[in-house]
């Protein structure tokens, strides 16, 4: 008995040892596999990507007037101050800047800069900059158009002189900054050096052809905390924007952006990966307050209740618009989550009326004031030849008199649209303004602004804004101006255009475009 029971207890430890050297060699081969896999993963990661231009006309960015190279530009010259995915001001070759008074700034920039050439970037290179911007016809032009001088203090301080106080002024300063040197003895605006002109990006132009460019990493690039994973990047040229949107629907770009609001027309809607976001035309109603009606807060509340935006942008624009709440609703970080339609109630609109002494009769909303009965009709002013802006016009107006409020639509031409905002003489006005990366309100708070608006507390905010460093100090003062907007409503936003970045799916890494910049973490992509 005792020899069998050995026998079995070293039969059990032969099976032990056998099934712990099975697991041991599945383990060895399970583990060589992910790291062929991981190593072939490695070979696999392509650290190139293709984009494209249309209509190239100058690789210089502050004389192109191409979008679509603007946006590229940006890979491989920096400006004095970058915006982050927020549009928050963030230093860039401006290490800090300074209000020193109203009409001047300082600024300090980094000393280990050096153009992809590799000779040193020094203030000369931003003042050269700033005198190319002052004299020539560019989209940067009116960053600098109340710039009177630039003061060098040394090659690495100047001075920016203004000749009037600018709000906000550094959300100016990101225009790309070119070198003086390259351009030395050259003619700015026609040389051949504008074919691939030096920058100091993450990107240089190392390869020129009549059909493409070649952008290769710059290894000199003086970020040195963010290390760059690709290397290479072809641009390639088209005659036409239908052949660059052609060649992305056949898989040889990785990325395009747009604001056209038909893009699915051109590209479909398979194969491709895609972000839509708030874009720059931000459309609202100036509600004019020096106007009798419109100078009571009631008719306004009434009317602001009374519009449907999501109506507006399904119906019109077959939802190719976002529905907007205040000028900067579109990602500013002073402006974060806005509910465009919280301001639409119907009852509300009516019982605002009501509880300041308007009555509905005859179709009419009325109010007997000094023994006189006013019968509430106003005028809505648009632009003739904007055929989506007449149809707004149309929608609003259909909405307003479903709640009894009258509304006349004047379509104006060109000259009698102009003449009538140089001179205030409209009750309601529909337009619509490009916004600014600044967080500047001077266009709506202002002097002489489009609803003749005044508020004192407006004012306080606004003066004290434009002078604090303070973040927490300007996000509580901005959501303070936020309240008072939809309160007092002056104005009545609408909506924003659509801004579109469609991205090949085989993309890998942290894509969060703006339509300030479309390549917030291209350091880290890759396929």
């Keep these: 008995m005792k020899s069998n029971w050995i026998k079995y207890l070293f039969i059990v430890f032969i099976v032990i040892i056998l099934v712990f050297s099975i697991f041991k060699i599945k383990q060895d081969e399970n583990e060589k596999k992910q790291e062929e896999a991981y190593s072939a993963n490695q070979e696999e990661k392509i650290k190139e990507i293709k984009l494209g231009i249309a209509q190239l006309d100058t690789m210089n960015p502050i004389l192109s007037n191409n979008k679509n190279i603007q946006d590229i530009s940006k890979l491989i010259y920096e400006p004095l ?20 008074s109203d009409n001047s700034y300082l600024i300090k920039l980094r000393e280990n800069v050096r153009w ?11 003042r050269f900059t700033i005198d190319r911007l002052k004299d020539s016809q560019t989209i940067y032009s009116a960053n600098v158009q109340n710039v009177i001088g630039v003061d060098i203090i040394d090659d ?8 009037r106080e600018i709000p906000f002024f550094e959300y100016n300063l990101t225009f790309p900054i070119l070198s003086k040197d390259y351009y030395a003895g050259e003619d700015f605006s026609n040389t051949s050096k504008n074919a691939s002109p030096v920058g100091t990006g993450k990107f240089k132009i190392t390869e020129v052809q009549s059909s493409y460019l070649t952008l290769e990493k710059n290894t000199s690039w003086w970020n040195k905390e963010n290390e760059i994973t690709l290397e290479k990047i072809t641009i390639n040229l088209f005659s036409s924007i239908g052949e660059l949107y052609n060649s992305f629907k056949v898989g040889n770009l990785d990325l395009i952006s747009t604001s056209n609001d038909n893009l699915q027309e051109y590209i479909g809607t398979i194969g491709y990966s895609y972000k839509e976001i ?31 935006k999501n109506n507006i942008t399904s119906s019109v624009f077959n939802s190719k618009y976002y529905a907007s709440s205040f000028p900067l609703d579109y990602g500013n970080w002073l402006c974060q989550e806005q509910d465009a339609s919280s301001g639409y109630n119907l009852e509300q609109a009516k019982q605002v009326l009501v509880d300041n002494g308007w009555s509905y009769q005859n179709g009419y909303w009325q109010k007997t004031e000094n023994y006189r009965t006013q019968r509430l009709v106003l005028n809505l002013l648009v632009k003739a030849s ?13 909405q307003l008199e479903n709640q009894g409020l009258r509304i006349n639509i004047i379509q104006a031409s060109d000259e009698q649209y102009r ?20 967080p500047d309100l001077t266009t709506f708070f202002g002097e002489g602004n489009l609803a003749n608006y005044s508020n004192e507390e407006v004012n306080n905010i606004m003066n004290e804004s434009k002078n604090t460093i303070d973040e927490n100090i300007l996000k509580e003062k901005y959501t303070r101006l936020m309240e008072i907007y939809k309160t007092d409503i002056p104005y009545i936003s609408l909506y ?13 890494g942290n894509i969060t475009p703006n339509w300030f910049y479309q390549f917030y973490g291209i350091e880290g992509w890759y396929k």
């Design 496 to 508: 924003n255009n659509k801004y579109t970045v469609a991205y090949n799916s085989a993309l890998v």
């Design 419 to 438: 003449q009538a905002i140089a001179s205030k003489n409209y009750d309601i006005l529909l337009c619509s303004i490009t916004v600014s990366p600044s």
């Design 278 to 308: 708030k874009g720059r035309e931000h459309t609202f109603l100036a509600l004019n307050t020096t106007n009798y009606f419109l100078s009571k807060g009631e008719v306004r509340r009434a009317i602001s209740y009374s519009i449907d």
């Design 81 to 100: 101050v970058n915006l982050t995915s927020d549009y928050k001001a963030q230093t860039c070759l401006a290490k800090e800047w300074a209000k020193q």
């Design 156 to 163: 690495y301080t100047l001075k920016i002189n203004l000749d």
């Design 116 to 126: 992809s050439n590799g000779q040193r970037f020094t203030s000369e290179d931003v």
């Design 386 to 398: 904007d055929s989506n802006k007449v149809a707004v016009a149309q929608n609003i107006k259909g």
